[in-house]
């Protein structure tokens, strides 16, 4: 039973540049959910897809935009990077948004 | 607003001692979940257990245990025989009902294990 998985592990972007980060769900699992986690801190809540549409958003900028597919994986952009936007970026699934959420290994990000 | 408290940046302790990770949380919410989540050096968070507002019972697994008290509003987690393997930062975290998804998570608490 194949875990939460993320891509790619590691990369490395320079301010202005586009980034897209990949989530597949945990089999069976429709939901995912993204979060950002800054070194040193808990992760902050980005937004969450169900149905391919955004469910619910944190108090991030419109520069984080996502998008679910029909087979329910989905990604991650962030435009215009931020020297900031260096995170662990981690995404989570669940059947439906009301059970407990599975996390992937998350993908590293710096911005230089 | 809603809000999770964890006052231990770091906690150390020698091998086989109990140890508890204290977690408080603030809601408004009548019906809300509490879970905990430990994440290892490898980055991936691992679930260990969810709570929600209407159970009050405290919960045993194995050296885990936890301790959920709405009159104080916290939920507290205690690894007895504590051993090197669970060296790692711990999260609580709380998701309100009235919240289809987000979840709020505590800044972490580092535990680190000396054999």
């Known amino acids: 039973d194949a875990g939460v998985t993320q891509s790619p592990t590691h990369l490395i972007k320079t301010r202005g540049q586009q980034v897209t980060l990949r989530c597949s769900p945990k089999?069976?699992?429709?939901?995912v959910s993204w979060y950002q986690q800054a070194l040193g801190q808990g992760p902050q809540f980005i937004f969450q897809?169900?149905?391919?549409?955004?469910?619910q958003r944190g108090n991030f900028p419109d520069r984080f935009s996502g998008h679910q597919f029909p087979n329910y994986s989905s990604e991650l952009n962030v435009n215009a990077l931020l020297l900031g936007d260096s995170a662990l970026y981690l995404c989570?699934?669940?059947?439906?948004?009301?059970?407990?959420?599975?996390f992937g290994p998350g993908t590293r990000l710096t911005v230089t | 607003a809603q809000k999770v408290t964890q006052a231990q940046t770091e906690i150390s302790v020698v091998e086989k001692e109990d140890v508890t990770l204290d977690c408080v949380y603030e809601?408004?919410?009548?019906?809300?979940?509490l879970f905990w989540y430990k994440q290892p050096p490898s980055g991936e968070l691992v679930f260990l257990i969810r709570?929600?507002?209407?159970?009050?019972q405290n919960e045993i697994s194995g050296r885990y245990s936890w301790n959920f008290q709405k009159s104080t509003s916290s939920f507290n987690f205690t690894i007895t025989a504590s051993q090197v393997v669970d060296s790692a930062v711990y999260f609580c975290?709380?998701?309100?009902?009235?919240?289809?998804?987000?979840?709020?998570f505590g800044s972490g608490t580092r535990l680190s294990i000396r054999p």
């Open positions: 809601t408004r919410d009548t019906t809300y979940y």
């Open positions: 989570a699934s669940s059947l439906a948004a009301a059970e407990e959420q599975y």
């Open positions: 897809y169900y149905e391919e549409e955004e469910r």
């Open positions: 089999s069976g699992h429709d939901t």
């Open positions: 709570r929600n507002s209407f159970d009050e």
């Open positions: 975290a709380l998701r309100e009902g009235s919240s289809a998804s987000k979840i709020i």
